[in-house]
């Protein structure tokens, strides 16, 4: 999908709720869709205070962000270290993610017989699957190997500080 087909279907979403586009909405809809990296509501603040334009509101940024997300234009992620990450959506094919819960690296993978596994069990279960996501929560390659685990390998043969075995979570 292009970028203006994505802002003109963002309007028409605002104009649905009464809202309008005002430039600070503008602003945070064009650097969310100006990055392919994950990103916090707080870094887009920051980078937002750090670039030339109209001042943006934290609270503006976290509203418009709640929007873009309701609407579809962002998915979020729980990295499980204290905050939601975004990234936008349309024009992009399903991918799920891989978090280090170690340094916060996110790799995205794409695995069709993953897919294929749940589009299984849910026809098993008689469910009418609307949409997924799936998170792996483990080490990434380099905080694995300053453990001295192999990756790919079952965390349970690096036990995490504090803690006899790691668990992986999944959110489907």
Same mark, same amino acid.
């Given at each position: 999908?292009?970028?203006?087909?994505?802002?003109?279907?963002?309007?028409?979403?605002?104009?649905?709720?009464?809202?309008?586009?005002?430039?600070?909405?503008?602003?945070?809809?064009?650097?969310?869709?100006?990055?392919?990296?994950?990103?916090?509501?707080?870094?887009?603040?920051?980078?937002?205070?750090?670039?030339?334009?109209?001042?943006?509101?934290?609270?503006?940024?976290?509203?418009?962000?709640?929007?873009?997300?309701?609407?579809?234009?962002?998915?979020?992620?729980?990295?499980?270290?204290?905050?939601?990450?975004?990234?936008? &959506?349309?024009? %992009?094919? *399903?991918?799920?993610?891989?978090? #280090?819960?170690? =340094?916060? !690296?996110?790799?995205?993978?794409?695995?069709?017989?993953?897919?294929?596994?749940?589009?299984?069990?849910?026809?098993?279960?008689?469910?009418? &699957?609307?949409? %997924?996501? *799936?998170?792996?929560?483990?080490? #990434?390659?380099? =905080?694995? !190997?300053?453990?001295?685990?192999?990756?790919?390998?079952?965390?349970?043969?690096?036990?995490?500080?504090?803690?006899?075995?790691?668990?992986?979570?999944?959110?489907?």
């Amino acid at each position: 999908m292009k970028h203006e087909s994505i802002r003109k279907a963002f309007e028409e979403f605002l104009r649905a709720r009464e809202l309008k586009l005002t430039t600070q909405r503008e602003r945070i809809f064009e650097r969310a869709f100006s990055t392919h990296e994950h990103f916090s509501a707080e870094q887009l603040y920051d980078w937002l205070r750090e670039e030339p334009g109209a001042r943006v509101s934290r609270a503006t940024v976290y509203r418009t962000i709640g929007l873009l997300a309701e609407g579809g234009f962002l998915g979020s992620l729980d990295t499980g270290r204290g905050e939601l990450v975004y990234e936008h &959506l349309l024009g %992009h094919k *399903h991918h799920d993610h891989m978090v #280090c819960m170690e =340094c916060g !690296r996110i790799e995205e993978f794409h695995d069709e017989r993953i897919e294929a596994l749940q589009h299984e069990a849910c026809q098993r279960m008689g469910f009418v &699957l609307v949409s %997924h996501s *799936h998170r792996l929560i483990g080490l #990434c390659r380099a =905080c694995a !190997r300053k453990r001295g685990a192999t990756p790919g390998a079952s965390a349970s043969s690096a036990p995490l500080a504090g803690q006899g075995q790691a668990s992986a979570a999944v959110d489907d």
